[in-house]
């Protein structure tokens, strides 16, 4: 057990520490959850919980809701890590969860970042969460689908914590500022709109929102009457450079990824230029984005703008070549031309429907009119027999079937409308036109 210090005060703890609501009523924001006559508030005040995660970004309250609920509940509220808690540790809290069961005493795990927890870890809490020895609340900020394990999370119920809105964040502002917790005993000089430039900063997050009040508070400059002024010069100076949401190992990479494919798909360059921006910003490898945008080239893009997969190719030479940050305008350049290059996913489509086919037709032969014959077993069992050399023609096609017999007819390729593919369209129905024509005359010969 921690020992007290004389030393220690309740002004020396964190701000966010001090001012850690206690009741339902204190906490502020997941109203879809905790409001009037909504689930999660009900489940708490009629004492019928059961096991939970709690799934949302950083500073959203999902530790002090777990608190929360065991003093409402009555139970013996206990904190486990993933960084210092081991399977040993896990099994000791288990025998004291039965042991307490047995007085009639209930328990709530509390498990923050459950999401590093390993298999085995989680798998130490099944049978004590099955016979109900124990409420497990886990809280994540990754999907917990991928995260935690099948057999756990179908014994609990997901509860989705969303980022605290800026109203959110200045109501704990301003409470914070009045609160004896806080500094109620002291006379704090800011302006509501530098309060809306730390809510902005905070980004949803109350931790970084109180944190940062805390830091500008110490930072004051403190005038002769005991005023301390929070002036926005000392908020600049203070918040030199914010980090932004963005994990390069988690969810929010791929949102953010697929908020930049989007963007150029749906031909937006204003949006993918931000997205681009936030993912550099916050430390992206420029030669991923890179990457993404050449796939992006064929998959959306493809024979519409032949030019597109050039530039993305190009790019991604250019971010090796220089790297970041004089990268960044190459890259930009890609996603404003990926944006508003004509769009086709023909050849995306084309190659998944020939791929479904031939994951169920693997066993299909290759027409003996399309195979080399460089043997004379070969040649005697009709290999390459019939074959017929497209330049030798004069329209330099031919009428050969070359796709497997149980195939013969199917159309992957469909092209569209847009850009360069019209002249490929036309192309194409001139191919089948000339094929039919051809195929009929030969049948009548």
Sequence with gaps: MEQSSLFDTPMSEPLASRMRPGTLDEFVGQKHLIGDNKILRKMIESDNISSMIF???????????????????????????????????IKKVMEDADSNKRLGIRTILFVDEIHRFNKAQQDAFLPFVEKGSIVLIGATTENPSFEVNNALLSRCRVFVLKELAREDLLTLLKKALVDERGFGKENISISDDNLNIIAAFANGDARVALTTLDMLVINGNTKEDGTIEISKDIIEECLTKKTLLYDKDGEEHYNIISALHKSMRNSDPDAAVYWLSRMLEAGEDPIYIARRITRFAAEDIGLADTNALNVAINVYHACHFIGMPECNVHLAEAVIYMSLAPKSNACDVAYRMASSDAKKMLAEPVPLVIRNAPTKLMKELNYGKGYQFAHDSEDKLTTMDCLPESLIGKVYYNPGNQGNEIRFKERLEQIKKWKTIHKEKSENN
């Design 55 to 89: 799934w949302g970004p950083p500073g959203v309250g999902k530790t002090t809701l777990a608190s929360i609920i065991a003093k409402c509940t009555k139970s013996e509220f206990i904190t486990f890590s993933a960084v210092t808690s081991g399977i040993k540790e």
